[in-house]
């Protein structure tokens, strides 16, 4: 398969459609899936999925790279939708090329390495998305059983639930009914990782994306090594389905399609690679998702189920989308992104790790101003973080200076109101076209793009999340982020 372009064909961007998405007055279904396969496999072929960007086509704007909907809100288009449209011709092209049945693997013995013929294909302790999705990819490309090395997250249980997958056992379960068995290590392969109930001497592979550190494996003999600098594994095994000439399952395409949205951060992540980009496009297309952004935000939600393992970073980019507005007084686009937890302290307790990180995704995003609200969801309340001049002034004017701020402006209680569809955006859009302005001072959100440091993945976190480093705006020991602060 030759290397991946950026470059790819675009689709016709235009015919503007109703919808279910996010701000539509339809009602949205109870299943994720409803929502991101609108077709049954029995219809494959019958209908374009235009690699998981056809939602976003249906409600194309009248501007380049926009979303319209009821009542004349508009909003662009997230990265991830940008991504798999851009890629569109080449994922149509591949997946048609595929074999429409489920091939076996008699018919690819020759492809096939024997030692992880039979395997077990298991991932790291504290194990993820990535670890479990690639490990039953790879037990189906292979020929071999996917196990489990810990039990699975919130954010892996909704995507085997999602695509009907049943959960791997134990590793430790498998041993002990055959404890001579082969092992394929994915996802990892430091021994600090590995689930001790693994004989080193067992081991006959590694599939991997993370760089070789002091705990890497040693082995007596050769083994087989696949080691790829992209920024999943699964992209790896998606990848070798293809060059195998091979049809996922849709179960496995939707595991392995949830997997790299994970590890990848929705594609916007500092590891995310071009290859990971095309194969979130073509498994797209063989999962049968149309609304790519749909699905990535309800995986963050299940995500955000367990907060210990969500960085600033991820937290601020995890469900966040942008909207465009044009008035007299305004042009420009505000950012709102949405945390859905039940316990909110948690978050708020954070604060000064947040501001900081919603100023930098402001920054690098071009955004003119941009919120974060943290919605508790079992007692129903809102409060949004507020990063600046420009974001305090915007929400007294659309949620009333008797909102109650605190942390000196860095936060407003919005009271019952929850939700970015019916209570946030409408709000804003009101605000904005009633006449309001930009404030002239700007606080942090004048700070240099390259002041902002830069992103990286901890190898020895077993969260592996991504943190941003070096930033001129991070407070100091004693210091808490400013809001009114201007450099």
């Not at 904005?432 to 002041?451: F, Q």
Request: net charge negative; hydrophobic share 35%.
């Amino acid at each position: 398969m030759p290397p991946p372009s950026d470059q790819s064909n675009k689709t016709d961007q235009t015919g503007k459609n109703d919808s279910n998405d996010e701000i539509s007055n339809q009602p949205v279904t109870s299943s994720p899936r409803k929502r991101a396969r609108t077709t049954s496999v029995s219809s494959r072929g019958s209908v374009d999925h235009h690699a998981g960007g056809a939602e976003a086509l249906r409600l194309a704007g009248s501007e380049p790279n926009t979303k319209q909907y009821d009542g004349g809100i508009v909003r662009k288009r997230t990265d991830i939708e940008n991504y798999v449209l851009e890629r569109e011709s080449a994922a149509h092209e591949i997946a048609e090329a595929l074999p429409k049945e489920i091939t076996s693997i008699p018919k690819i013995d020759l492809f096939i390495p024997e030692a992880l013929k039979d395997a077990i294909f298991v991932g790291h302790l504290v194990t993820d998305l990535d670890s479990v999705g690639g490990a039953i990819g790879a037990a189906a490309l292979y020929g071999g059983k996917a196990a489990l090395a810990s039990e699975v997250n919130s954010e892996t249980a909704f995507a085997l639930e999602e695509w009907g997958v049943d959960k791997p056992r134990r590793i430790e379960d498998l041993l002990k009914e055959n404890p001579d068995a082969k092992v394929c290590l994915v996802d990892h392969q430091q021994t600090s990782q590995m689930n001790p109930a693994i004989n080193l001497d067992n081991v006959v592979g590694v599939i991997d994306h993370h760089a070789l550190q002091s705990k890497t494996i040693v082995t007596d003999r050769p083994i087989y090594i696949d080691i790829r600098p992209w920024g999943s594994m699964s992209t790896i095994i998606a990848h070798t389905f293809l060059t195998h000439n091979r049809r996922p399952s849709t179960e496995v395409a939707g595991m392995l399609l949830c997997a790299i949205l994970s590890d990848t951060l929705n594609l916007q992540g500092p590891t995310t690679t071009e290859w990971d980009r095309l194969m979130v496009a073509v498994l797209s297309e063989i999962a049968e998702v149309d609304d790519i952004q749909f699905l990535a935000s309800q995986q963050f939600k299940a995500k955000s189920k367990e907060l210990a393992g969500l960085s600033a970073h991820g937290l601020v980019h995890g469900d966040q989308k942008s909207f465009s507005f044009k008035t007299d007084n305004f042009v420009g686009d505000v950012g709102f992104a949405v945390v859905e937890t039940t316990d909110d302290e948690v978050i708020i307790d954070r604060l000064d790790e947040l501001l900081p990180e919603i100023v930098a995704c402001k920054k690098e995003k071009e955004l003119s101003a941009l919120f974060l609200a943290v919605v508790n969801i079992v007692e129903l309340k809102g409060t949004l973080l507020i990063c600046g001049p420009t974001e305090l002034s915007l929400a007294k004017a659309a949620f009333g200076e008797n909102c109650k701020i605190t942390n000196d402006g860095a936060m407003m209680d919005l009271g019952k109101r929850v939700s970015r569809k019916k209570d946030y955006i409408p709000e804003i859009t009101k605000a904005i076209k009633n006449g309001w302005e930009k404030p002239i001072h700007r606080g942090a959100s004048t700070v240099d793009l390259k002041e902002l440091g830069h992103l990286e993945v901890d190898p020895l976190d077993p969260y592996q999340r991504v943190v941003r480093k070096g930033s001129k705006l991070e407070p100091k020991a004693g210091e808490h982020f400013t809001v009114q602060s201007s450099n």
